[in-house]
């Protein structure tokens, strides 16, 4: 079993539509996770980080926890086709950054 | 501000030759991180620096690798004698420190592509 799954890809979204991206771990003393955004070539960006169980909002993202299930997912709310881009989940066992733990990705394309 | 940068971003080597990639990570950041991605898998976590240290090499796949940060600046990562399973893209990432989540974001550089053939 991997240590970080993401749903497998590709997706596609029409352009204005929601984007669900889901990530699950096999950790249970994982603490802090991240959603990072890579277009192709370009190094991975940090877009959302989440610490606590619920939900965390930034602008069109929302990061959605549930350490219970062992859950983790982001929404993109009214996608634009700048949004495609290859998304990864990564997981920490501690409180900070170090030792980043990832997903393979989904590709998401949003179609104009 | 200069993000992380890496020298090569694109190398075509022979197996059994040598080849040393470069990471100069953002001013001031004390931790830097060397990730790998081979081919169809996930990003995988190599080692750690905090400044000149070695925090955590666990990830280095065996002993033809060889990571140094000489003065806690820029890190070079050796691969010698290169293997076709080698090949990958290498990120290097640096953060500022590593006390706790608030600010503490990892930025990645974007890539050393390594082809061995």
């Known amino acids: 079993q991997k240590e970080v799954e993401q749903n497998s890809g590709p997706l596609s979204v029409p352009e204005g539509a929601i984007a669900s991206l889901n990530c699950t771990y096999s950790?249970?003393?994982?603490?802090?996770f991240f959603w990072y955004r890579q277009y192709s070539g370009k190094s991975p960006e940090l877009i959302m980080s989440?610490?606590?169980?619920g939900d965390k909002e930034d602008g069109r993202f929302t990061a959605q926890l549930n350490k219970a299930s062992q859950y983790v997912s982001l929404l993109i709310r009214d996608s634009q086709p700048s949004d495609s881009a290859t998304y990864l989940c990564?997981?920490?066992?501690?409180?900070?950054?170090?030792?980043?733990?990832f997903g393979e990705g989904t590709q998401l394309t949003v179609n104009p | 501000e200069a993000g992380v940068t890496q020298f090569p971003s694109h190398s075509v080597i022979e197996k059994g030759q040598t080849v040393t990639l470069r990471c100069d990570p953002i001013?001031?950041?004390?931790?830097l991180y060397w990730y790998r991605r081979v081919m169809g898998k996930e990003i995988k976590f190599l080692l750690h620096?905090?400044?000149?240290?070695?925090?955590?090499e666990s990830g280095m796949p065996n002993n033809r690798f060889l990571a140094e940060r000489t003065g806690g600046t820029y890190s070079t990562l050796k691969v010698q004698p290169a293997e076709l399973e080698d090949s990958g893209v290498y990120f290097c990432?640096?953060?500022?420190?590593?006390?706790?989540?608030?600010?503490?974001?990892?930025?990645f550089g974007e890539g050393s592509w390594l082809t061995v053939v």
């Open positions: 990432a640096s953060s500022q420190d590593n006390r706790g989540a608030a600010g503490n974001t990892i930025y």
């Open positions: 950790d249970r003393v994982s603490q802090s």
């Open positions: 989440i610490y606590s169980n």
């Open positions: 990564a997981v920490n066992k501690g409180v900070s950054g170090s030792r980043l733990t």
């Open positions: 001013s001031g950041h004390d931790n």
């Open positions: 620096f905090v400044k000149e240290s070695k925090q955590d």
